[in-house]
């Protein structure tokens, strides 16, 4: 054999291998966690994960209080006293406080935010409304700490939603989520529209994607779906829900705010359906095949999905939907079926 011709087999070896090492590597890296393609499994979402009411109102404090240089906020309401006064702090040790909020929840002018307002501003604290966003709320409930670290929850600021509620929050640092929500903060701070193309894949915000990304959650549950929501008043989510209900195991708790007439389009399936009264159901949360959870500000409305501005965030960290599905199993056992409620009665 020639020399040339060794060097050639040589050289067509070492092309196979590297290209069959090339090829590997790509199909380990793109793995999708539905089909959809805004939604790729490039991480692992992590974090620390609070459930209300069970003493969370120091770990948000503290957690407020660690701000070295900013801290960005979304919140529907804020009627919390200890966490305003966090807020004065971190503004006079130079800390940018900025917070976009909801002039008029539950759709009347509501004062205690006017007077927030002027509180905040007399301590350089700038807040706004969202009157110029051209949607119907800012219910969002979600903090960026320092552009790095994020808070997402179920909860406003409130004395209820630490002592009363079920809410559940969810506390990280992944930068790249990060940042895209400080994309998002900054838009709405002026009033600039969001576009899909500023949304991580592993967040929902509305309008412009959570439909998408729940109603595509849902259609391709293999196993079992579980809900715990303060009420279901979506047409689309109810069919859905329904169709898959003759697949997969579907599980919901719902609270006090699910009116009789739409339980009634929950009629096929009232063994599944469980009510609680205590405490207050204010979460928002959807688990998909004991593997993924969705949880965010946004209820499970037609409104919601499709009018405000809500954010919410896929998580697949394995502490964190242990946690869940425990506190879910407690509140499905203290609940009570759809046939055994008494309206008349059992809310008060």
Same mark, same amino acid.
């Given at each position: 054999?020639?020399?040339?011709?060794?060097?050639?087999?040589?050289?067509?070896?070492?092309?196979?291998?590297?290209?069959?090492?090339?090829?590997?590597?790509?199909?380990?890296?793109?793995?999708?966690?539905?089909?959809?393609?805004?939604?790729?499994?490039?991480?692992?979402?992590?974090?620390?994960?609070?459930?209300?009411?069970?003493?969370?109102?120091?770990?948000?404090?503290?957690?407020?209080?660690?701000?070295?240089?900013?801290?960005?906020?979304?919140?529907? @309401?804020?009627?919390?006293?200890?966490?305003?006064?966090?807020?004065?702090?971190?503004?006079?040790?130079?800390?940018?406080?900025? @917070?976009?909020?909801?002039? @008029?929840?539950?759709?009347?002018?509501?004062?205690?935010?006017?007077?927030?307002?002027?509180?905040?501003?007399?301590?350089?604290?700038?807040?706004?409304?969202?009157?110029?966003?051209?949607?119907?709320?800012?219910?969002?409930?979600?903090?960026?700490?320092?552009?790095?670290?994020?808070?997402?929850?179920?909860?406003?600021?409130?004395?209820?939603?630490?002592?009363?509620?079920?809410?559940?929050?969810?506390?990280?640092?992944?930068?790249?989520?990060?940042?895209?929500?400080?994309?998002?903060?900054?838009?709405?701070?002026?009033?600039?529209?969001?576009?899909?193309?500023?949304?991580?894949?592993?967040?929902?915000?509305?309008?412009?994607?959570?439909?998408?990304?729940?109603?595509?959650?849902?259609?391709?549950?293999?196993?079992?779906?579980?809900?715990?929501?303060?009420?279901?008043?979506?047409?689309?989510?109810?069919?859905?829900?329904?169709?898959?209900?003759?697949?997969?195991?579907?599980?919901?708790?719902?609270?006090?705010?699910?009116?009789?007439?739409?339980?009634?389009?929950?009629?096929?399936?009232?063994?599944?359906?469980?009510?609680?009264?205590?405490?207050?159901?204010?979460?928002?949360?959807?688990?998909?095949?004991?593997?993924?959870?969705?949880?965010?500000?946004?209820?499970?409305?037609?409104?919601?999905?499709?009018?405000?501005?809500?954010?919410?965030?896929?998580?697949?960290?394995?502490?964190?939907?242990?946690?869940?599905?425990?506190?879910?199993?407690?509140?499905?056992?203290?609940?009570?079926?759809?046939?055994?409620?008494?309206?008349?009665?059992?809310?008060?």
């Amino acid at each position: 054999m020639k020399v040339w011709q060794l060097l050639w087999y040589v050289l067509l070896i070492w092309v196979l291998w590297f290209g069959t090492l090339f090829l590997v590597q790509q199909q380990d890296v793109q793995i999708d966690v539905w089909s959809s393609p805004r939604v790729q499994q490039t991480q692992w979402v992590e974090g620390d994960f609070w459930v209300s009411p069970y003493g969370v109102q120091d770990n948000l404090l503290e957690w407020m209080s660690q701000a070295k240089y900013s801290l960005d906020m979304w919140f529907y @309401r804020i009627t919390l006293s200890e966490a305003e006064q966090i807020m004065k702090n971190l503004s006079t040790l130079w800390v940018w406080v900025r @917070r976009i909020g909801e002039n @008029r929840p539950y759709e009347w002018l509501d004062q205690a935010f006017l007077k927030t307002k002027k509180r905040m501003e007399a301590y350089d604290i700038q807040v706004l409304d969202d009157e110029q966003m051209g949607l119907n709320f800012n219910h969002t409930k979600v903090m960026i700490r320092d552009d790095s670290d994020y808070l997402i929850s179920t909860a406003n600021l409130t004395y209820t939603s630490m002592a009363r509620n079920r809410e559940y929050r969810f506390v990280w640092d992944d930068p790249e989520i990060a940042q895209s929500l400080q994309t998002i903060f900054d838009k709405d701070l002026v009033w600039n529209k969001v576009t899909v193309n500023d949304i991580h894949p592993r967040l929902l915000v509305c309008p412009v994607n959570c439909r998408q990304q729940i109603e595509t959650a849902l259609q391709q549950a293999q196993d079992s779906i579980v809900i715990q929501a303060q009420y279901i008043q979506d047409q689309n989510l109810i069919t859905i829900l329904e169709n898959k209900s003759k697949e997969v195991d579907v599980q919901i708790i719902l609270g006090k705010w699910q009116d009789e007439w739409w339980l009634d389009n929950l009629w096929w399936m009232p063994d599944r359906v469980r009510l609680l009264a205590d405490p207050y159901v204010h979460a928002k949360n959807i688990l998909i095949d004991n593997d993924l959870l969705i949880m965010g500000s946004m209820n499970l409305s037609q409104n919601a999905l499709d009018n405000n501005r809500e954010i919410g965030i896929l998580i697949d960290d394995t502490k964190a939907i242990k946690t869940f599905a425990r506190q879910f199993k407690t509140d499905r056992d203290a609940a009570k079926k759809y046939e055994e409620w008494n309206f008349e009665t059992d809310w008060f």
